[in-house]
């Protein structure tokens, strides 16, 4: 029961990158559920990401995978530094095409918050308690200086030349493998505080050798692991990067500093900047005061208006209306849901019924599809209710 509305909404319209064609504007962003053995993806994130693709999604993110072991936020972090992680990508990428939408995937270095706990575990750094209780010993994280993230944590090994040539090919690698997995597109992780944004970031990175510096040699790495990852991934692939839009407020990395880096990345054969915020260790009064729905958005409309890179919008966005109006409004051109669609995994089909009626039906999985249909029109006629005999 597959088909296309006869009268279509900007969210539901495909979009073309490269050779990747998406169903429509709905990406699920890469969550991280920690809860990988070794790196290995399982049945759980088979049911986990499969039903985003059964629930409508254009586009269905792999969280945040290590591109080295050592590189995991957490020991239940996803990894794809060794062949033997390819076959259980292959399967998630396989499912996700079969109910038509395209696999993504999140590549990633944990940096200084490497060697955490699972959130619900504390967050926090590991110690011996974590290796008696579970199993989990803590190892020396890698970091673009030997700072630790916050008081506590791990001071990490300042990364040498050689660490960062040996990163460069590993991000590589970890594309050539997503390439043999099936993965459609591949999302480079600059933000949130891990590796690749500690280096971009002034707060975090005061190297005084090539790799840091001024603007220039602080997007150095950042600009190097793209431009390795851009020649390993098909030319018929698109490749997004994820930003941090900005540090905080008034502090750090700007937003005009995210639009030299954005124009740098499209020079580089970026297709997409996905805008973000946030991720280093603030000051208390310049971290971010409001979080209220689309609070992103402003960011993806700027760099998209000076840059001219298709952007993606995420934080909050939980309408479909909200949704619609970002599109028309030509502030984004990829709506992002996260935790709106872990509390409602067929958000992208409901969004369709809502913004293009009842022909949106078309595009739901025949398997349930035709019963529902059945059961709207039940309710349209007043049968779902109770009927007494006159």
């Excluded at 050539?176 to 993965?183: I, L």
């Excluded at 851009?230 to 502090?251: C, E, Q, Y």
């Excluded at 750090?252 to 805008?275: K, P, Q, Y």
């Excluded at 992103?296 to 919008?313: D, K, N, Q, Y």
Aim: proline share 5%; charged share 25%; with cysteine.
């Amino acid at each position: 029961m597959t088909g296309t509305p006869s009268s279509q909404s900007n969210l539901t319209t495909p979009l073309t990158l490269r050779g990747v064609i998406l169903r429509n504007r709905v990406m699920i962003s890469p969550m991280c559920t920690y809860s990988a053995k070794e790196g290995m993806l399982d049945d759980f994130h088979l049911v986990h990401l499969g039903r985003f693709a059964m629930g409508g999604a254009g586009l269905v993110f792999v969280e945040a995978t290590a591109v080295s072991r050592r590189g995991r936020i957490t020991h239940g972090c996803v990894g794809l530094w060794e062949d033997a992680q390819i076959e259980p990508l292959r399967r998630i990428a396989d499912f996700l095409h079969r109910h038509g939408a395209a696999a993504g995937i999140q590549l990633n270095h944990s940096g200084h918050k490497g060697s955490s706990q699972r959130p619900w575990e504390g967050g926090g750094p590991l110690g011996e308690a974590d290796a008696q209780a579970r199993g989990d010993a803590p190892w020396e994280p890698e970091g673009v200086v030997d700072a630790p993230f916050d008081d506590g944590w791990a001071t990490p090994h300042k990364m040498t030349e050689q660490d960062i040539e040996a990163l460069i090919g590993q991000f590589a690698a970890a594309a050539q493998r997503a390439n043999t997995a099936g993965v459609d597109v591949v999302e480079i992780h600059c933000a949130h505080g891990y590796l690749l944004h500690s280096f971009l970031s002034p707060l975090s990175n005061t190297r005084t050798d090539r790799w840091g510096g001024d603007l220039q040699g602080r997007m150095r790495l950042p600009l190097e692991v793209v431009r390795a990852t851009r020649a390993a991934w098909p030319a018929d692939k698109p490749l997004f990067v994820r930003i941090s839009s900005v540090d905080g407020i008034d502090v750090g990395w700007s937003i005009e500093d995210s639009v030299v880096f954005a124009r740098e990345l499209e020079a580089l054969g970026v297709d997409v900047i996905d805008c973000s915020s946030g991720g280093m260790k603030l000051p208390k009064l310049q971290n971010f005061l409001w979080r209220g729905p689309g609070f992103h958005v402003p960011f993806a409309e700027r760099v998209r208006r000076e840059v001219g890179l298709p952007t993606v919008a995420v934080g909050l966005i939980r309408s479909a209306e909200q949704a619609e109006a970002i599109l028309a409004e030509g502030k984004a051109d990829i709506i992002a849901v996260g935790r709106e669609a872990l509390f409602h995994p067929n958000w992208a089909g409901e969004a369709a019924l809502i913004l293009d009626g009842a022909d949106a039906w078309a595009t739901w999985p025949e398997q349930f599809g035709w019963w529902l249909v059945r059961r709207a029109r039940q309710e349209k006629d007043g049968y779902g209710e109770r009927k007494t005999a006159g």
